[in-house]
């Protein structure tokens, strides 16, 4: 079945650690791919996306993200996480690559905690 | 410029009532998605509406209904509520038709009673 796969629920951090969240797809072919945070009790701020070109695309607040074609993989980064970036994290994809209009697919998302 | 927003914040109404939730889009944008989002888990795609025509919708029950208007703003209307229907629901707004990048409004929360 066509999915996005988040594998993990919590990260634990500490502020000025690296950061690697996880996303994984399972569609035919490669779709759109993108990356939305969520502060508490807000909407969602789009990250970053990848449409085609360069794998490895620079976002907004620092992160970036590397898609990997062989692993059905667009893996979210951060060299050094501030306070600031306690949110929640989805991964999501549009499977018909602009040509559809059924939506963007979600991650089921992953937490992100900082520890001081 | 202005996002995309979201009226009212908050809502609280008891089973068996009808909702209305209101979304404007960012200026320019002509197409307008709703998604629910129930706690702790990532939004659902209910419809996409483009020049006034519903152009998606996902797997929700005919509850739910949802018309845009010529300023390209929308209205999402759920009747018949349940207590399964509390959720954030989330409103965004995209250039043309076809996903590509979506930007959200800030959402309406419905509690259902």
């Known amino acids: 079945a066509q999915s996005v796969t988040q594998p993990d629920i919590h990260i634990t951090v500490s502020e000025g650690a690296s950061l690697e969240l996880r996303c994984n797809y399972s569609?035919?072919?490669?779709?759109?791919l993108f990356w939305y945070v969520q502060s508490p009790g807000q909407g969602l701020q789009l990250l970053l996306k990848?449409?085609?070109?360069?794998?490895l695309v620079q976002g907004i607040k620092g992160f970036e993200a590397e898609f990997k074609r062989s692993q059905s993989s667009f893996n979210l980064r951060k060299p050094s996480v501030h306070w600031s970036d306690a949110a929640e994290y989805f991964c999501?994809?549009?499977?018909?690559?602009?040509?559809?209009?059924?939506?963007?697919?979600f991650g089921k998302g992953t937490h992100l905690i900082i520890q001081p | 410029d202005a996002g995309v927003t979201q009226s009212p914040t908050h809502l609280i109404k008891t089973r068996g009532q009808q909702v209305t939730l209101r979304c404007s889009p960012i200026?320019?944008?002509?197409?307008v998605s709703w998604y629910q989002q129930v706690l702790g888990q990532g939004p659902q795609f209910i419809f996409q509406?483009?020049?006034?025509?519903?152009?998606g919708r996902g797997n929700f029950p005919d509850r739910f209904s949802a018309r845009q208007f010529p300023n390209y703003s929308s209205e999402l209307n759920v009747n018949a509520l349940l207590l399964g229907d509390s959720a954030l629901y989330l409103c965004?707004?995209?250039?043309?038709?076809?996903?590509?990048?979506?930007?959200f409004g800030p959402g309406t929360r419905l509690t259902v009673t």
């Open positions: 965004a707004s995209s250039l043309t038709r076809g996903v590509r990048e979506q930007y």
């Open positions: 569609y035919g072919a490669t779709p759109y």
């Open positions: 990848y449409f085609s070109g360069d794998t």
């Open positions: 999501a994809v549009d499977p018909y690559s602009g040509g559809g209009a059924d939506g963007l697919t």
């Open positions: 200026s320019g944008h002509k197409s």
């Open positions: 509406y483009y020049e006034k025509e519903e152009r």
